[in-house]
């Protein structure tokens, strides 16, 4: 099992430019989850999906950014013009459908708006 | 509402010092509690669940129902237990109610 795989690792983009990220779930695993982190700070939360469906999109900025993950393929975090503020680390976790479980995350991907 | 509260968002304690990292939290029914650590740069990692009850590099953590807590302890710190960790609360059973982080505390290890 490759665990989460998240793409890019690194990612720079100029202001205004689109920046998309994207999100390979676990082998198994039907729920995603984003959460941004800015330098020095703590996780939070920005939208919970599972495949063709957003659960819960709470955290999400009311512009700019969207989120999907679609019935095939990776699940992709997309933030349209972007401004400096956008540069942090977006890490994504996945989850199975039932049971008792946790989370498990990728390694992130980290932003750099110039 | 459910919600997890890490009181501290910086702990600094000396090399050999015990650890007590605090988690409080609210739910109405029986959540599963996760501790999870990160270092620097590095993807979060489960470091503890309460159902197992066991200890992971010194560290264990009790949930205790009438306090609604689950701290994280350890008797003697290490340097290399630096990192920021993150308490978090399941809703068990109930699929579409997303796991709750809460906002981390820094542990900074003191020669």
């Known amino acids: 099992n490759a665990g989460v795989m998240q793409n890019p690792r690194h990612l720079v983009r100029r202001r205004g430019q689109e920046a998309r990220l994207r999100c390979s779930p676990m082998k198994g695993h039907s729920h995603v989850y984003w959460y941004r982190q800015l330098p020095e700070e703590g996780l939070k939360f920005m939208v919970y999906?599972?495949?063709?469906?957003?659960?819960?999109e709470s955290g999400m900025p009311k512009e700019r950014f969207s989120a999907e993950f679609p019935k095939e393929g990776p699940s992709i975090l997309r933030i349209q013009q972007v401004v400096r503020g956008d540069s942090a680390a977006y890490f994504c976790?996945?989850?199975?459908?039932?049971?008792?479980?946790?989370?498990?995350f990728g390694e992130g991907s980290w932003l750099t708006v110039v | 509402a459910q919600r997890v509260t890490q009181p501290e968002k910086l702990l600094s304690v000396f090399k050999g010092a015990p650890v007590e990292l605090k988690c409080n939290y609210s739910y109405s029914g029986s959540p599963e509690l996760f501790w999870y650590v990160q270092y620097s740069r590095q993807r979060l990692q489960l470091l503890l669940r309460?159902?197992s009850r066991e200890s992971i590099k010194g560290f264990t953590a009790d949930l205790n129902k009438g306090e609604t807590s689950f701290h994280l302890k350890k008797p003697f710190a290490q340097e290399e237990d630096s990192a920021m960790y993150y308490c978090?609360?399941?809703?068990?059973?109930?699929?579409?109610?997303?796991?709750?982080f809460g906002k981390g505390t820094r542990l900074h290890i003191l020669p």
């Open positions: 999906l599972q495949k063709e469906n957003i659960i819960d």
């Open positions: 976790a996945s989850s199975p459908q039932t049971g008792v479980d946790t989370i498990y």
């Open positions: 978090a609360l399941s809703p068990h059973m109930n699929r579409d109610d997303k796991i709750i």
């Open positions: 309460h159902i």
